[in-house]
């Protein structure tokens, strides 16, 4: 059974540009939550996808946007990139809209 | 303000050693609260939770916290730390109005030593 996966791992953008993260539930959950972990920091709650619909939103800008798919995967778009938004992004997924278990993550470097 | 506090940002022990780890919460009401780690370059796993009930709560790894509601605070405990246990650890915090959104503290960086 696999865990909580996204994609890609890492990646390397400058400043401007826009990036989409990837993220695929562990089987049996239906919620998407992002994180961002910026260097030395605990992680920040972005939004919550949960029936396609954001459920719940973070203090981010509206820079930062998300998608839930029918199968319950999600995409985290980042448009207008900063060098501030380098971190390491995280995906945690869960059976409604409770706790989640965390995926590895993405490391998003912008120069 | 809601917060969660984690007291220390680094802590070194020796094998074999105890390992107390600090976490303070400032919310209204008693939050659901959770440890996690987090070993270089991966994802966080979750160690243990408390939501009610029995206040000393036994996790993964041998992990244990208790939650003291007059303390307002959660604390990690392990009897004997092995080499393993190298990593950052995590405290957070899920209230009723926000759930499913976890709040984290800053975080706590444990190094073993032989």
């Known amino acids: 059974d696999a865990g909580v996966t996204q994609s890609p791992t890492h990646l390397i953008k400058t400043r401007g540009q826009q990036v989409t993260l990837r993220c695929s539930p562990k089987s049996g959950h239906d919620t998407v939550s992002w994180y961002q972990q910026a260097l030395g920091q605990g992680p920040q709650f972005i939004f919550q996808y949960y029936e396609e619909e954001e459920r719940q939103r973070g203090n981010f800008p509206d820079r930062f946007s998300g998608h839930q798919f029918p199968n319950y995967s999600s995409e985290l778009n980042v448009n207008a990139l900063l060098l501030g938004d380098s971190a390491l992004y995280l995906c945690a997924s869960s059976l409604g809209q409770g706790f989640g278990y965390f995926g590895a993550g993405t490391r998003l470097s912008v120069l | 303000a809601q917060s969660v506090t984690q007291p220390d940002i680094h802590i070194t022990v020796s094998e074999g050693a105890s390992l107390e780890l600090r976490c303070n919460y400032s919310?209204?009401?008693?939050?659901?609260l959770f440890w996690y780690v987090q070993s270089p370059g991966q994802g966080l796993q979750l160690l243990l939770k408390?939501?009610?009930?029995?206040?000393l709560v036994q996790g993964i790894k041998g992990f244990e916290a208790e939650f003291k509601r007059s303390q307002s605070s959660f604390n990690l405990r392990k009897p004997s730390v092995h080499w393993s246990d190298a990593a950052e650890y995590f405290c957070a915090v899920m209230t009723t109005d926000s759930w499913g959104k976890l709040q984290f503290g800053a975080g706590t960086q444990v190094v073993v030593t032989p």
């Open positions: 408390y939501f009610s009930g029995d206040t």
């Open positions: 919310y209204g009401a008693t939050p659901y």
